[in-house]
């Protein structure tokens, strides 16, 4: 059974976790833990509890978008910076790749997000893809790619309440 849990150093002795992306799998063992204390980032473990290791991973943080690169996200140039979350990483063990991991983990990090959205005022969930195969992960999960970034992605936080909000009852 896989489930979402806050990082917590122990969870990284269950299994060396090894995602194909040498900087992903890196920065969970060398700084995820030292981001956590210092509250700059908040990280997320999806753990595979019967076979005792960690499936994958996403950290967020606050984020601003400078107005000079506002426009290329929004369409209009911007006065001021854009208030924004970014998902700074999101990795999957190559064990679980192919399985809806990586999607699992990205709605989990969006439900989330959605919850804040209620107490913190932001306008974007940002994404920076590694490569163009992570760029088009995101894009079928919704993103949209700033206009001169190509590996850069977002989603309104409007487009985030009417994904994600759960539905009315008639």
């Known amino acids: 059974m896989l489930i979402a849990r806050p990082f917590t150093p122990e969870a990284l002795k269950l299994h060396p976790f090894s995602c194909g992306e040498q900087e992903l799998d890196e920065w969970l063992v060398q700084y995820a833990g030292q981001n956590e204390r210092k509250n700059n980032t908040r990280t997320t473990l999806l753990l595979d509890e019967r076979a005792g290791r960690v499936a994958g991973y996403y950290s967020m943080r606050t984020f601003e978008l400078q107005a000079a690169d506002a426009e ?17 990483k999101l990795a999957v063990d190559t064990d679980y790749q192919g399985k809806g991991v990586g999607r699992l983990l990205l709605f989990d990090a969006l439900q989330k997000l959605l919850g804040a959205a209620d107490s913190v005022g932001f ?8 490569h163009e195969d992570a760029a088009c992960f995101y894009l079928k999960c919704g993103f949209r790619r700033f206009l001169d970034h190509d590996l850069s992605l977002f989603l309104t936080t409007k487009d985030l309440r009417v994904t994600f909000a759960p539905a009315n009852p008639s």
């Open 72 to 88: 290329s996200a929004v369409g209009r140039s911007r006065g001021y910076p854009v208030p924004a979350v970014l998902i700074a």
């Open 123 to 130: 306008e974007l969930v940002v994404v920076h893809a590694l």
